[in-house]
């Protein structure tokens, strides 16, 4: 089992910045992909970003490609996701994933194993 717990929510107004930071425990693998996706109120779960297992590749979502940035410390098992000039659109709730496989993908049915979720609320 892999435990993951997402932290850094909050609420902050448009043009601001967070840092999201996940941090897994358990059965861990370096050798896997991690990923972050998000799920507004009354929408369905969208892919926000991937890395890879060694840190050396990363995709987003066009909607915060330039705007966000995912990385990981292997030696902590903590994966980030830095949020900067965020927009109301990017209010959601976010999660962390974990997925069994080096290979980086955007589809959620790939990961097995999720946080609890941390909130973020931009505001206008």
């Known amino acids: 089992q892999v435990q993951l717990v997402e932290s850094g929510g909050g609420s902050v107004q448009a043009g601001g910045s967070l840092r999201l930071s996940c941090a897994a425990s358990?059965?861990?693998?370096?050798?896997?992909?991690m990923g972050w996706f998000r799920q507004a109120p009354g929408k369905e779960r969208e892919f926000v970003a991937v890395i890879s297992w060694s840190g050396g590749n990363t995709y987003y979502a066009d909607s915060v490609k330039g705007r966000f940035t995912i990385s990981r410390d292997n030696a902590k098992n903590t994966v980030y996701l830095q949020m900067n000039s965020l927009k109301p659109e990017d209010t959601a709730v976010y999660y962390c994933?974990?997925?069994?496989?080096?290979?980086?993908?955007?589809?959620?049915?790939?990961?097995?194993?999720w946080g609890q979720g941390t909130q973020v609320t931009v505001s206008s």
């Open positions: 994933a974990a997925s069994p496989r080096a290979t980086m993908s955007s589809a959620y049915y790939e990961y097995n194993y």
């Open positions: 358990g059965r861990t693998s370096r050798r896997n992909a």
